[in-house]
């Protein structure tokens, strides 16, 4: 059975930083395109940075430059390293498995979440 | 990047069909995927790809795709398909990955 967990979020002040995990089971992360997702609340889905199976990664233009997404295959664990965290960071943050990537990318299969809040 | 717009919010009556749509420019060089979201849980896919319903999603939701546009329908609307509605892609230049705004979904 495919399983995300997510871990690490929490309440941090506006300039520091934070690490999100994504522990997978039932699958091996290194084999997918992996990516992370975020809700502020009461809005929308925006994605936020997306780890090719090759090792690319590719951001958001609001994360860019301050958050970094990498895996670490002995742990089959998909990190996301978050800098300078700012207010407009605060949101509920969703790993997920991306699947038919050719086509136009589906996620598949989602963590449960991992609440993020900045704020002094 | 792109962008995907969705209606914000649509109403169906109980056993009606609904149609929910998603339009942006990166639709015409790839397909969408449609989550539905609700209140307090995780985004569940539910349509993806030409033709694609993941296991376990009845058979009432499909999907559809011309030209800049995607589609979500959802045949004989059930009381537990309320919620939010996203659907999401690659952008235009490939790399990148877009989200529509959502379309909340009542059913009357």
């Known amino acids: 059975e495919v399983q995300l967990v997510e871990t690490g979020g929490g309440l941090i002040q506006p300039g520091g930083s934070l690490r999100l995990s994504c522990a997978a089971s039932?699958?091996?992360?290194?084999?997918?395109?992996m990516t992370w997702v975020r809700q502020a609340p009461g809005k929308g889905l925006e994605w936020v940075s997306l780890?090719?199976?090759?090792?690319?990664?590719y951001y958001a233009d609001s994360v860019k430059g301050r958050f970094t997404i990498s895996r670490d295959n002995s742990k089959n664990t998909l990190y996301l390293q978050m800098n300078n965290l700012r207010a407009e960071d605060t949101a509920v943050y969703y790993c997920?498995?991306?699947?038919?990537?050719?086509?136009?990318?589906?996620?598949?299969?989602w963590g449960q979440g991992t609440p993020v809040t900045v704020s002094s | 990047s792109s962008e995907l717009t969705q209606d914000p919010g649509v109403s169906v009556a109980l056993g009606q069909t609904v149609r929910i749509t998603c339009q942006g420019d990166s639709l015409r060089g790839y397909y969408a995927s449609w989550y539905q979201q609700r209140p307090g849980q995780a985004p569940v896919l539910v349509f993806y790809g030409k033709n694609n319903r993941p296991s376990g999603i009845p058979d009432r939701f499909s999907g559809s795709s011309s030209g800049n546009t995607a589609s979500l329908t959802i045949t004989g609307a059930q009381a537990e398909d309320e919620g939010d509605y996203y659907c999401n892609s690659r952008d235009s230049s490939g790399n990148l990955v877009v989200f529509g705004g959502g379309t909340k979904l009542t059913v009357l």
């Open positions: 039932g699958f091996i992360v290194s084999s997918y395109y």
């Open positions: 997920a498995r991306v699947y038919n990537w050719n086509d136009g990318g589906a996620f598949d299969y």
């Open positions: 780890l090719y199976i090759g090792g690319n990664t």
